[in-house]
């Protein structure tokens, strides 16, 4: 498995910084931050986004996935939700990321067979434009579909492969699964898995890789079993967490610790 983290946990720090954290701690990729407050937007231009582009070649760091906000199960038309997915989709081609990340993002009010069908059907538009571009948009466990058995009901629904799943292992275990029973649903449809640490239910202060309560040895476990060798990418949310330890102190223990997971289920 490759390992990354993303930037929400370095918070505006300029793309040349972020990849020089990246290489000097043993990381192979960084998930991109895809908001206005970022240094790498959907805003940028052709010419900007060729220097992302070589920024990270030179580095040898890859871009995995352009994390983006884009709510497709939430209410209203269609129209600009697909728009906004196909500018995220053609920002990660411009890049050579594989992956876009999206949420479900329903209203509580919403009747959840509308909201799985909303979220179906602007996937299922926006991933042919994904396809010929050679990306896949992967709808996170989040919010109002935290678990993997409600997110397949959205890929069900999809069945295109360029509509996949990513795996948040915070989201899931709050939703009451089980690494196992997450894996064996997303498993038809996974792009990538997100891993992180918490101190528990109630306090989801970002904490270093092994020092809350999540599942982390058990998922690492289920991905080897099965024979699973994508991306491991380490979300620390900073960025919502002012008192969380600066990330760039964690990032060699944090690697550390996910390369002792990995080679203990190998």
């Not at 538009?125 to 579909?145: K, P």
């Not at 109630?202 to 991306?231: N, Q």
Request: hydrophobic share 45%; glycine share 10%.
């Amino acid at each position: 498995m490759k390992l990354a983290f993303s930037t929400l946990g370095v918070p505006g720090l300029p793309l040349p910084d972020v990849l020089r954290l990246a290489s000097a701690h043993g990381f192979h990729g960084v998930e991109l931050r895809a908001h206005p407050e970022e240094p790498v937007t959907p805003a940028l231009g052709r010419a900007e986004r060729a220097q992302v582009a070589a920024q990270f070649e030179a580095s040898g760091i890859e871009p995995l996935s352009v994390a983006g906000y884009t709510r497709v199960a939430g209410p209203g038309p269609d129209e600009p939700v697909v728009t906004e997915l196909r500018e995220l989709v053609d920002l990660a081609r411009d890049l050579g990321a594989p992956y876009v990340r999206v949420f479900p993002g329903a209203d509580a009010d919403q009747p959840a067979e509308d909201a799985d069908a909303a979220a179906a059907r602007r996937l299922a538009t926006a991933a042919e434009h994904a396809a010929d571009a050679g990306v896949r948009i992967l709808l996170e466990t989040h919010d109002s579909h935290r678990t993997g058995a409600a997110v397949i009901r959205i890929l069900g629904l999809v069945g295109h492969r360029n509509a996949g799943a990513l795996w948040d292992v915070m989201h899931t275990w709050l939703g009451g699964e089980q690494p196992a029973e997450s894996y064996a649903a997303l498993a038809p449809y996974l792009g990538y898995v997100q891993v992180k640490d918490i101190a528990s239910p109630d306090d989801t202060l970002p904490l270093a890789l092994g020092a809350g309560v999540l599942p982390l040895t058990e998922c690492v476990d289920v991905l080897s079993r099965h024979g699973w060798d994508g991306w491991l990418c380490w979300e620390y949310e900073k960025r919502w967490y002012e008192s969380a330890q600066p990330l760039p102190e964690l990032l060699s223990s944090g690697h550390d610790h996910l390369f002792r997971l990995l080679n203990e289920s190998a």
